[in-house]
């Protein structure tokens, strides 16, 4: 049998361009809040593998996994039953109801002898764990909307004074299917923290079940583990778009990956492909802002075979309920 892989695939492409660039093991292990020994064996298996950074740009994650912890004269099993696309199901597990029985009796009609439910719930778990982290949190179709501000910022130059004055970028993610709004302000008040949530529910063409704020001063009050306090005019906000507020609870991170991981899908995509730019006004960056967040909503997630928005279109994008104006 393959040895076990205790590094996701990101982590161990991230090792090996660290010790490439003359990074310890040591060092590399508290970066990636592995032990020292996981390292050096990883180390130890490329360099037997041959091998090296930068990788080869068709060396995919199960051909690096295989070179990587396929025993010498071990030879993978081939799976000669007929599988469903992994990727598809991923994406369903997300609707309202669905769940592993649902999918695998809609297998087993289209493939009568195909494999049994124990064995398909093993493939599928095989296959969220190549997933990313956040990706594998289950969140319901149009449920949750995380919002928050990214730590950068973006520098908007006064043509008339040459003064220059940092912006805040303002960051939404949809919990069902990662799709991404982002947007600069000024600033992290009321007005702008409101303003960006109004012009973000235009943007989506709806509301969730749900916001997700981190515990902002402008929205909300008094963080606290069991009854946080919502602002009164963000609540009122809320109340008027019919949508609930849920603050993440203070040390339990997990409750804002999602918006983590889309704060650091905006920095890169936003910051550092327009680190290149000068903006002369707010407007003028917000345009190119969403130029940017349209390639990224639209890029492909290659572990699933679509797009934010294609997630974004299939399974959030439907009215839930009478009661709640929803996507």
């Given at each position: 049998?393959p040895?076990?892989r205790?590094?996701?695939?990101?982590q161990l492409?991230?090792?090996l361009?660290?010790h490439?660039?003359?990074?310890?093991?040591?060092?590399?292990g508290?970066?990636?809040?592995?032990?020292?020994?996981?390292?050096?064996?990883?180390?130890k298996?490329?360099k037997?593998?041959?091998?090296?950074?930068?990788?080869?740009?068709?060396?995919?994650?199960?051909?690096?996994?295989q070179?990587?912890?396929s025993?010498?004269g071990?030879?993978?099993?081939?799976?000669?039953?007929?599988?469903?696309?992994?990727?598809?199901?991923?994406?369903?597990?997300?609707?309202?109801?669905?769940?592993?029985?649902?999918?695998w009796?809609?297998y087993?009609?289209?493939?009568?002898?195909?494999y049994?439910?124990?064995?398909?719930?093993d493939?599928?778990?095989?296959?969220?764990?190549?997933?990313?982290?956040?990706?594998?949190q289950?969140?319901?179709?149009?449920?949750?909307?995380f919002?928050?501000?990214?730590?950068?910022?973006?520098?908007?130059?006064?043509?008339?004074?040459?003064?220059?004055?940092?912006?805040e970028?303002?960051?939404?993610?949809?919990?069902a299917?990662?799709?991404t709004?982002?947007?600069?302000?000024?600033?992290?008040?009321?007005?702008?923290?409101?303003?960006?949530?109004?012009r973000m529910?235009?943007f989506?063409?709806?509301?969730?079940?749900?916001?997700?704020?981190d515990?902002?001063?402008?929205g909300?009050?008094?963080?606290?583990?069991?009854?946080p306090e919502?602002?009164?005019?963000y609540?009122?906000?809320a109340?008027?778009?019919?949508?609930?507020?849920?603050?993440?609870?203070?040390?339990?991170?997990?409750?804002?990956?999602k918006?983590?991981?889309?704060?650091?899908?905006?920095?890169?995509?936003v910051?550092?492909r327009?680190?290149?730019?000068?903006?002369?006004?707010?407007?003028?960056c917000?345009?190119?802002?969403?130029?940017?967040?349209?390639?990224?909503?639209?890029?492909?997630?290659?572990?699933?075979g679509?797009?934010?928005?294609?997630?974004?279109?299939?399974?959030?994008?439907r009215?839930?309920?009478?009661?709640?104006?929803?996507?």
């Amino acid at each position: 049998m393959p040895a076990k892989r205790e590094l996701t695939m990101r982590q161990l492409r991230q090792m090996l361009r660290l010790h490439h660039d003359g990074v310890s093991a040591r060092e590399i292990g508290r970066r990636l809040g592995a032990a020292r020994s996981t390292i050096q064996d990883n180390l130890k298996r490329a360099k037997e593998a041959g091998l090296s950074w930068p990788l080869a740009a068709d060396l995919t994650d199960d051909i690096l996994e295989q070179r990587l912890f396929s025993k010498a004269g071990y030879i993978p099993s081939v799976r000669r039953l007929p599988e469903p696309d992994w990727g598809v199901l991923a994406g369903e597990m997300k609707r309202p109801g669905v769940n592993l029985t649902v999918l695998w009796e809609e297998y087993r009609e289209a493939h009568p002898a195909g494999y049994g439910y124990s064995r398909f719930c093993d493939l599928f778990r095989e296959f969220e764990k190549r997933l990313s982290p956040v990706m594998r949190q289950h969140h319901e179709a149009g449920d949750k909307l995380f919002v928050d501000y990214s730590g950068k910022k973006i520098t908007i130059v006064d043509p008339a004074t040459g003064e220059i004055r940092a912006a805040e970028i303002f960051v939404g993610v949809l919990g069902a299917s990662n799709y991404t709004y982002a947007e600069a302000t000024f600033t992290q008040s009321l007005p702008d923290w409101i303003g960006a949530h109004i012009r973000m529910f235009r943007f989506l063409g709806g509301v969730p079940r749900l916001l997700v704020p981190d515990n902002l001063k402008s929205g909300v009050h008094k963080a606290s583990f069991y009854a946080p306090e919502i602002n009164r005019s963000y609540g009122a906000m809320a109340d008027h778009y019919g949508v609930g507020v849920f603050p993440a609870r203070p040390r339990k991170p997990r409750d804002k990956a999602k918006v983590e991981a889309g704060v650091r899908f905006a920095q890169t995509y936003v910051l550092g492909r327009l680190r290149h730019q000068t903006f002369f006004s707010l407007a003028e960056c917000n345009e190119a802002i969403g130029l940017v967040l349209e390639r990224m909503n639209t890029r492909i997630m290659r572990r699933l075979g679509m797009s934010r928005r294609d997630l974004f279109e299939s399974i959030d994008k439907r009215k839930r309920s009478t009661d709640t104006l929803v996507f």
